[in-house]
T-cell receptor
Framework: EAQVTQNPRYLITVTGKKLTVTCSQN?????MSWYRQDPGLGLRQIYY???????DKGDVPEGYKVSRKEKRNFPLILESPSPNQTSLYFC?????????????FGDGTRLSIL | GNSVTQMEGPVTLSEEAFLTINCTYT??????LFWYVQYPGEGLQLLLK?????DKGSNKGFEATYRKETTSFHLEKGSVQVSDSAVYFC????????????FGTGTSLTVIP
């Protein structure tokens, strides 16, 4: 089954404790992206990747890191999480740039930073 | 810069009512436009898309027409069902100025029997 898998689905942690949210897709997609969803703000793009070893900042990259060492994986790293990063996070992938190809979204990761 | 503005919700309709969710955009280039739908507890799914002016996207009874003159991409459905209850997001991607996606704030739709 074609899917985007995020882990964990839920996480409660404390300020400053490094965490990683994993994202994996099994569709051989080139384009992958991370979003955060906040009430009243919709989805905002954090980082995206056009292919292996190619990553670019989205609208809200501050406080986040990503890496794309393999085509299928695109982890999101919070080196020193803060409460303002409490949010619902989505990973997505598409066959190429995505302006004409649909993005496939994971089921989301709800992070709470205390 | 690029941005998307959606009508605020929540929207509550009776079954078989006509639906319109307004979406306008600002773009510096030639964007592609999308509507995504999010059901409770799930990720977003592409509902429909249009890649150039005057294109009409359609799927599952929903339609939206890319209007460059009014910079709009309003979502419509002639007769909604309870199963259409979800959050709807308008989005754009402007591949000429980058590879980013821009989403609206989302409009929550509840259809009551």
């Amino acid at each position: 089954e074609a899917q985007v898998t995020q882990n964990p689905r839920y996480l409660i942690t404390v300020t400053g404790k490094k965490l990683t949210v994993t994202c994996s897709q099994n569709m051989n997609h080139e384009y992958m992206s991370w979003y955060r969803q906040d009430p009243g703000l919709g989805l905002r793009q954090i980082y995206y990747s056009m292919n292996v070893e190619v990553t670019d900042k989205g609208d809200v990259p501050e406080g986040y890191k990503v890496s794309r060492k393999e085509k299928r994986n695109f982890p999101l790293i919070l080196e020193s999480p803060s409460p303002n990063q409490t949010s619902l996070y989505f990973c997505a992938s598409s066959r190429d740039r995505g302006e004409e190809q649909p993005q496939h979204f994971g089921d989301g990761t709800r992070l709470s930073i205390l | 810069g690029n941005s998307v503005t959606q009508m605020e919700g929540p929207v509550t309709l009776s079954e078989e009512a006509f639906l319109t969710i307004n979406c306008t955009y600002t773009a510096t280039g030639y964007p592609s436009l999308f509507w995504y739908v999010q059901y409770p507890g799930e990720g977003l799914q592409l509902l429909l898309k249009a890649t150039k002016a005057d294109d009409k996207g359609s799927n599952k009874g929903f339609e939206a027409t890319y209007r460059k003159e009014t910079t709009s991409f309003h979502l419509e459905k002639g007769s909604v069902q309870v199963s259409d209850s979800a959050v709807y997001f308008c989005a754009l991607s402007d591949h000429r100025t980058g590879n980013q996606f821009y989403f609206g704030t989302g409009t929550s739709l509840t259809v009551i029997p």
